[in-house]
């Protein structure tokens, strides 16, 4: 397709026009005359070779001589004279020579005589009789566009012989009416239109501009985007996408291209301006081309055609069911090419298909018969060094699976459904049918209704079949709304099938007789300060919008419209910031995960206050929710006709906050986020080791719009400053004759306390504040302190303006403490040999030990300090003998965030020597089935006993199934016993494993769960009568041995 002409090219077709009407004149005067020209022929041709621009700016600038382009005119037929020659640069807007804007060069003096191919250039010297001509060179005086334009007039001719060439701009360079400032500047190192992508570069790291992708057509801007781009790697603001532009969002390095795309028509022109910012906001680069677009939504062949055509270079996967059309190369060589299976070279002697070659060189196969997800290849005979040759050249096959829906079961009589079209080929024609409709009914309500019809082209139908073009499976115009104007009630079947492959879907919806709604799922309630939540219900509709307030009961009107994302969504949440209730674009909210989205109309108004932070009052306001929006009443509202439901947003008085709780966790905790904090070990505790992290908590705070209004990280000092809050610290015990210092997180404290928000996302917040205190950047030293929550009477908390409300408490910063317990200078020699020790740091914290004895061994383990401030660390000294002497250490495993000089308070070491596992005195007795049926009783039985002669306290675990069923200490005199029996699980069959710990004793086992086999009962031997009365001598014994046997295979069987 020709894309249509520019600015640029009107202005170049204007000039020229102009030429040619006084050239008409002139010839029509001439013919008149004795002697005239053949009619359309000139004496000579001109041709102008311009340089190619190779400067720092990539185009003309202001200033610049320019003196490489050449001139050259050719006579084209014998004993032409020439009278003068001149070169002119002209304006390429109007075509007019103008020298206060243009620079001109004229060649004048004597005659030229040339004869038939014989050339003048504007090297040549001495050819004019008057003087040599000057060199061609120019200097650009202002900035727009130019074209060279070369004027030869001939004797004998009254008419002037005109070339001209337009492909110039000129920029200027020292003012901000050029592309290039000198004190801000932007310069286009490189222009690649296919695919369109811009290099810049900028004079200084800290410029910023505006730049704009504008489409073009006939002129006119039909496209704005404002991508704003920053020097020295700030990224662009946002993604931009609009009218099938798109300009990269992730271009941040001027070094790199910044690239865009268009799926417009092609020979589109794309304008690209850049502005500065601030007082240099002028326009500094200009740059235009034509983009030769390729329309990627391209089937490849018409909906009329069955399938794709091939050339030998562009054979591409075939859908099952395509008719191939062959053509091109040397392929009208041959009557005749065959498919046959596998890759090309193949060793397949089978023909799948023989294709006839026509008279015209083309042939057609059907590729119906060939198998979906395989490849084939072409069979011409040709000789492998035949260029343009289908011979051996391959193809794979695949299988088209087209499904289409509507999102919605049901749609209201004269409303609109959305349907999909999805596939796995990417363009397709697709036909719809429908014994209810006919063509012209089906393009109405596919095509014609509105702006969210299908966006393709869909002339193509017939009386019965509507055939949508090009339809784009990953693009908008694969899901588009159906219009069911002027439907009667009742259920609908659509059927749908590419014009070329099998693929084909159905789609069934029902018109009911109902009308669209917008409900409240129930009355909408919280506290002032509250983001209150709104659930709100739909009915045959994407689309809604709800007021709140009687301003003239009220005093206070607030109004919204939304919209969801498909017909599917019938439930959408809308928030209400109390806390911002003057402010319109902040107040409304929807949760990103409801599935709908606000449009541009929002509106708040309180007649209270001209401030928009002000928090609504408490009051039961009246809702009302409806299908359209009026944003053109004064005060805006739900359209009056099209209310469809009331409630009420109730607002209480808020409860005021309850308590200040602290908790501390592990040096170096990151709380960047909610997700940090809540996997963070966290421990409640009001004491905290000088280098650990102490948060802060106050309990139900509330106020859900001002927390949520923060990040992670934030400080709350400000927010709680506007509320009418505060908290300080006050030191205890300042030493003698020294006053107590007092820290606030109000802002302009001179001893500030930052506080930094943790938990802000409404997802997560339960109206407790929780905020990092900084204690160590505000220079909070070991000690105890005094911490008091202030809400004023300015705070929504107070009851009137005499009350104030106080809370407090206190906290302690400790020296960090790390011991190891003196008895581990005996560790015994054993596998699970525990080295015990104790901290004041915060559970959590990760520990780490070394065990070392030269010449014997070195080990390391770790462990987690514990809730109680113990920690335990375990080794396995089985292999080691008693008496090996060794050092044991152990230190907290992240001492960097703690002061230095508390570095040596978070380790210790113990001299200790390996000992003999002491025996023990307690008898363990655990007793349990080996194998049971399903269903069939089973106990373990246990029975502890103090054989020992002084009295003992033993720790019982019993384990059944990997389930602790006993966990106690019992204390036994000499010779007393501890009995208990616990019962097994044997509804499933399986194995059930069992564990039973007493002191240093362990016994285990495993049940095993099922059907016992049936032993086969065999006849007995018939007996000897001969046989002695006695008996068989050695028959006692070997049934002994027989016995002996089956007890060990059932033994083994057990173990098994």
């Known amino acids: 397709m020709t894309g249509e002409l520019s600015r640029r090219e009107k202005g170049r077709a204007a000039f020229l026009a102009a030429i040619m009407i006084v050239s008409v004149v002139a010839m029509s005067a001439l013919f008149a005359g004795s002697a005239a020209a053949d009619e359309g022929e000139e004496p000579v041709e001109i041709t102008i070779d311009y340089p190619e621009v190779t400067n720092e700016y990539g185009y003309l600038a202001i200033g610049e001589t320019v003196d490489d382009f050449d001139v050259t005119v050719v006579a084209t037929e014998d004993d032409v004279t020439i009278e003068r020659i001149d070169v002119y640069v002209a304006d390429g807007d109007t075509g007019a020579v103008d020298p206060g804007v243009t620079f001109e060069e004229t060649f004048a003096g004597g005659e030229l005589e040339l004869d038939e191919g014989q050339a003048w250039t504007a090297s040549d010297e001495g050819d004019l009789e008057d003087e040599e001509p000057a060199e061609l060179e120019f200097e650009p005086v202002e900035a727009g566009d130019i074209a060279h334009e070369v004027d030869v007039q001939v004797a004998g001719e009254d008419d002037v012989v005109v070339a001209s060439e337009y492909d110039r701009h000129v920029h200027d360079a020292e003012e901000d009416d050029g592309v290039a400032d000198s004190e801000y500047a932007m310069y286009a190192a490189d222009v690649v239109f296919d695919p369109a992508s811009l290099e810049f570069e900028a004079d200084r790291d800290d410029a910023e501009f505006d730049l704009a992708v504008n489409h073009l057509r006939d002129g006119e801007v039909e496209l704005d985007l404002g991508v704003d781009i920053g020097g020295d790697g700030a990224e662009t603001s946002e993604h931009y996408e609009q009218d099938g532009i798109v300009v990269d969002d992730e271009w941040d390095d001027w070094d790199e291209p910044l690239t865009f795309s268009t799926v417009d028509e092609p020979g589109e022109i794309v304008d690209i301006d850049a502005y500065g910012d601030g007082a240099n906001a002028d326009l500094v680069l200009d740059i235009r081309g034509i983009i030769p677009v390729v329309d990627p939504g391209s089937v490849g062949h018409e909906y009329h055609e069955a399938g794709p055509t091939w050339e030998p270079d562009d054979v591409d996967t075939v859908w099952s069911g395509q008719e191939v059309t062959l053509t091109g190369g040397v392929l009208d060589d041959h009557s005749s090419l065959v498919v046959r299976p596998g890759p090309r070279n193949a060793e397949f002697g089978d023909v799948e298909t023989a294709i006839r070659v026509r008279d015209d060189g083309t042939a057609t196969f059907d590729t119906s018969d060939l198998e979906p997800g395989e490849v084939y290849h072409f069979d011409t005979g040709d000789s492998p060094n035949i260029a343009d040759s289908f011979d051996q050249v391959e193809f794979w096959t695949d299988e088209e699976d087209l499904d289409v829906d509507f999102t919605t079961n049901t749609v209201i009589e004269g409303g609109e459904a959305e349907l999909s079209i999805d596939s796995d080929r990417d363009h397709q024609h697709v036909n719809v049918t429908s014994e209810e409709f006919d063509g012209d009914d089906l393009y109405g309500m596919f095509v014609g209704h509105d702006e969210n019809a299908y966006a393709g082209d869909a002339d193509a139908h017939t009386d019965d ?255 709680l400053t506007t509320s009418g809050m505060n908290i300080t610290v006050e030191e205890r015990d300042p030493g003698p004759n020294v006053a107590a210092t007092t820290w606030s997180t109000y802002p302009g404290a001179e001893d500030r306390l930052d506080a930094n928000a943790t938990v802000t996302d409404l997802a997560q917040y339960d109206g407790d504040l929780v905020a990092h205190v900084d204690y160590d950047g505000a220079d909070l030293d070991v000690g105890s302190y005094d911490l008091t929550f202030e809400a004023t009477e300015e705070s929504i908390f107070a009851a009137d303006a005499e009350e104030t409300i106080e809370i407090e408490t206190e906290f302690e910063i400790v020296d960090p403490e790390f011991d190891l317990y003196p008895t581990n200078d005996e560790i015994p020699n054993a596998a699970d040999a525990d080295v015990i020790g104790t901290t004041n740091v915060a559970p959590g914290s990760a520990v780490e030990s070394t065990a070392e004895s030269p010449g014997n061994f070195t080990d390391s383990a770790s462990a987690v300090v514990a809730d109680d401030g113990t920690f335990t660390v375990e080794y396995d000294f089985s292999e080691y003998e008693p008496g090996i002497a060794f050092e044991l250490e152990a230190y907290h495993d992240d001492r960097a965030p703690f002061d230095g000089d508390d570095h040596a308070l978070l380790e210790d070491d113990v001299d200790a020597v390996l000992v003999g596992v002491p025996s023990s005195p307690i008898d363990l007795e655990a007793t349990a089935p080996d194998d049971v049926e399903p269903g069939e009783a089973a106990t373990l039985d246990v029975t502890v006993s103090n054989d020992d002669s002084a009295a003992d306290d033993v720790d019982v675990t019993v384990t059944i199934d990997d389930e602790d069923v006993e966990d106690t200490t019992v204390v036994l005199e000499t010779g007393d016993t501890w009995s208990e029996s616990f019962d097994f699980d044997t509804s499933t069959e399986g194995d059930v494993d069992w564990v039973v710990i007493a002191g240093f004793d362990t016994r285990s086992g495993i049940l095993t769960v099922g059907e016992k086999e049936e032993k086969e009962e065999s006849d007995p031997e018939p007996v000897d009568d001969d046989d002695d009365e006695d008996g068989t001598p050695g028959f006692e014994v070997a049934v002994a041995v027989v016995a002996l046997l089956a007890t060990a295979m059932l033994a083994l069987r057990r173990q098994d």
């Open 465 to 719: 079949v509507l055939t949508l073009e090009h339809v784009d499976a990953s693009d908008d115009t694969s899901t588009f709304d159906v219009s069911f104007d002027d439907v009667e009630p009742g259920e609908y079947e659509f059927e749908f099938d590419t014009t070329d492959s099998h693929a084909w879907d159905n789609a069934t919806i029902e018109v009911v007789d109902d009308d669209a709604s917008v409900d409240f799922a129930g009355d909408a309630e919280g506290q002032r300060g509250d983001v209150i939540e709104i659930p709100i219900e739909l009915e045959h509709t994407q689309a809604g919008a709800v007021h709140i307030g009687d301003y003239e009961e009220d005093n206070f009107r607030a109004a919204a419209e939304f919209t969801v994302d498909s017909h599917d969504v019938d439930e959408v949440t809308l928030q209400f910031d109390t806390s911002a209730a003057n402010a319109s674009g902040d107040a409304w909210r929807i949760p990103e995960t409801s599935g709908g989205e606000l449009t541009d109309d929002t509106f708040t108004d309180a007649a209270f206050s001209d401030r928009d932070d002000v928090v609504l009052g408490a009051h039961d306001y009246e809702m009302v929710a409806g299908t359209d929006y009026n944003d053109s009443a004064a005060l805006e509202r739900v359209e009056t006709d099209e209310e469809t439901d009331t409630a009420f947003f109730t607002v209480q008085e808020p409860e005021p906050v309850s308590g200040v709780d602290f908790e501390i966790a592990p040096a170096g905790t990151d709380f960047g986020d909610y997700e940090d904090y809540d996997d963070a070990e966290r421990t409640a505790s009001s004491t905290v080791a000088h280098g650990d992290e102490l948060v802060l908590i106050l309990e139900d705070y509330g106020m859900s719009g001002d927390v949520s209004a923060h990040d992670y990280g934030d400080g709350i000092g400000e927010m």
